[in-house]
């Protein structure tokens, strides 16, 4: 099949000015490809390390009650909540609505807001008791 | 249906002849994850603690054994289709193409796998007395 180089083409990135609709789609294929990876790796080595032994599991929650381990599940619960966020947008916007500009930059918006705020919610009380226990 | 214009051969939703199919089950596996990603969430939080015997404990109930086992076939089917779409979009390339999507097959298929198979050895190493 080729394309009749005749017609237009959309205009793409470069053209447009950047919004919050933009960002929150991007963010959410950059979530969803790192929770992809990094989530999915997490989840596969917790499974084999507990299904192979104690000593296994060992190494796997060492790593993972590291700074490093904290790290990565912090942004995680960032990238899960605004993946989550998004997606529930997108059902609303499935069935056709919440096109309407304001509607549409507005729960753009909430996505991003939300995301933090949960994330800090989840993590505030963690994080405080952790020190507390380091003390 | 036409084969002549593209909106001809839109129509006729592709040669497959399934061409919503990739969107809904992406629906339908985005679904499943808000589901049982937020009972395995909510879960791990109402553990006393995540050493060993206790997890091991815990995936031993079947109750907990067959949604784990659901939640990995829903969100490693999940992360293969919207992957897929992520590569069709920026991999420009059709070798490139062609050699990421199966990787990600691989990636998607053999990290279930391992996933489903250490669960089931779990609980099915035996029965607390």
């Known amino acids: 099949m080729s394309r009749n180089p005749g017609r237009p083409l959309s205009p793409h990135l470069t053209i447009w000015r950047w919004g919050p609709h ?30 192979m032994g104690a000593e296994a599991y060992d190494g796997f929650y060492k790593v993972a009650t590291s700074w490093f381990g904290y790290l990565v599940a912090i942004g995680l619960t960032w990238a899960f909540f605004q993946h989550l966020f998004s997606a529930l947008r ?3 916007m499935d069935v056709g609505a919440g096109y309407e500009l304001k509607t549409n930059k507005t729960a753009a918006i909430a996505t991003m807001v939300g995301s933090v705020i949960v994330t800090l919610l989840i993590w505030a009380p963690i994080l405080a008791s952790l020190a507390k226990g380091a003390e | ?13 592709g040669s497959a002849k399934h061409g919503a199919m990739h969107w809904w089950r992406q629906r339908v596996t985005a679904v499943g994850n808000l589901l049982l990603a937020t009972w395995f969430v909510v ?20 109750l907990v054994a067959v949604p784990l086992v659901l939640l990995t076939i829903s969100v490693f089917y999940h992360l293969r289709l919207g992957l897929q779409v992520v590569m069709e979009d920026y991999v420009h390339e ?19 796998a391992l ?13 607390p007395a």
């Open chain 1, 22 to 51: 933009m960002v929150v789609s991007i963010l959410h294929r950059a979530t969803g490809v790192g929770m992809a990876i990094v989530a999915g790796l997490g989840f596969i080595w917790w499974l084999v390390a507990a299904a």
């Open chain 2, 115 to 127: 996933a489903i198979f250490s669960i089931l050895k779990i609980a099915f190493g035996g029965v």
């Open chain 1, 90 to 92: 997108h059902f609303v």
């Open chain 2, 43 to 62: 879960s791990l939080f109402r553990l006393p603690s995540l050493d060993h015997a206790t997890v091991v404990g815990w995936i031993g109930s079947p």
């Open chain 2, 94 to 112: 059709e070798g490139g193409k062609v050699f990421f999507i199966l990787l990600l097959n691989f990636y998607a298929i053999g990290g279930a």
């Open chain 2, 1 to 13: 249906m036409g084969s002549g214009t593209g909106i001809g051969r839109v129509r006729g939703l």
